[in-house]
């Protein structure tokens, strides 16, 4: 997922991340947020940013359901549940990787497939305990899932093997500094803005400047405006910029894995309609005004039954 080839790395060295640092306003990086607009309306509502961002619900009335209903962090969608379940299993295998490595282990693959697939059984049965996933649902789910540990797990063990090629005499320590460029499930406290205090982004390159996260299907707006929300807390804590944002999309193309990468600049626009769309969920929830249904409902919405009753 996170491995870049040639192209990509030219692109942000060349292009991407140069021209993003005079680009970007400077009382919209996240280390302002003691100030307008990054101050937040309220600091008593701390909110996730995949909730801000989402974008749904035309009237944010799901939101509106989790929070003052169920008081529970549950997705929208089956689509966004199975999202969920993706992220962890990548996550665990970028973990279980490096304490392979750390315990001596010289061959990963098997060892990382097996383990992503006792993931899978464990996340299922955890989200199922929030979302009703039928059987063609778990099914999918789980043949998508090992497609993806399979790749990952080759794409894992291919990275160590040319790492200790180059450098044989090489230490765990080092192996896994080269092997994995990226720190995977980065938490970030996001109260300065009015997030959330445990904020967990995909992935962050150890380059510094750039967030990742994992979505599935196909592009949407606000999943960019999600990375911005990640990136203005990292400024927050952090004081450094992150001007580069990549989402990766990862999908089926017949019986195959389909992974593309979508880089941008984290820029004005982004972060201004994050801002602005955190202010408009806090104010709605502090306010506690009930949104109105949407005229017009995405028909794989979960919150169906709340709204038509
Ligand atoms: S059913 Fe419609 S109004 Fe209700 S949460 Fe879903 S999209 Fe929003």
Known sequence: MYYLDLVEVKRLMRDLIPRARNLIDERLRGWNWFDSPIRPYSYELLLPVWDIACSI???????????????????????????????????????????????????????LIKNAEESLKHEISEISKT???????????????????????????????????????INEESLVQLSFPIATEVIVDGSLLGLS?????????????????????????WHRIQVAGYALAFESVFERPIDVGCTVYISK?????????????????????????????????????????????????MFRDFCFK
């Open 131 to 169: 979302i009703q996933l039928n059987e063609k649902d778990v099914d999918d789910l789980e043949d998508f899932c090992k497609k993806i540990a399979k790749w990952q797990a080759t794409r894992i063990e291919s990275k160590i093997l040319e790492v200790k090629a180059k450098y044989p005499f």
């Open 57 to 111: 619900c035309p009237t944010r009335r799901d939101a509106w359901i989790r929070h003052k209903v169920l008081k529970k962090s549950i997705p929208t969608t089956v689509h966004q549940a199975k999202g969920f379940v993706v992220h962890k299993i990548i996550s665990s295998m970028f973990l279980k990787a490096k304490k392979l490595i750390y315990l001596g282990y010289e061959e990963l693959r098997d060892e």
């Open 253 to 301: 193309f017949g019986r195959n894995l389909k992974i593309e990468r979508d880089f941008y600049i984290i820029d004005d626009n982004l972060r201004s309609v994050f801002l602005e769309k955190r202010d408009e969920l806090q104010m709605m929830l502090i306010k506690d005004e009930e949104p109105n249904v949407a005229d017009k409902c995405p028909k794989y919405c």
């Open 197 to 221: 205090r445990y904020l967990r982004a995909d992935a962050a390159w150890m380059l510094g400047g750039m967030i990742f996260d994992i979505k599935l299907g196909r592009k949407e707006d």
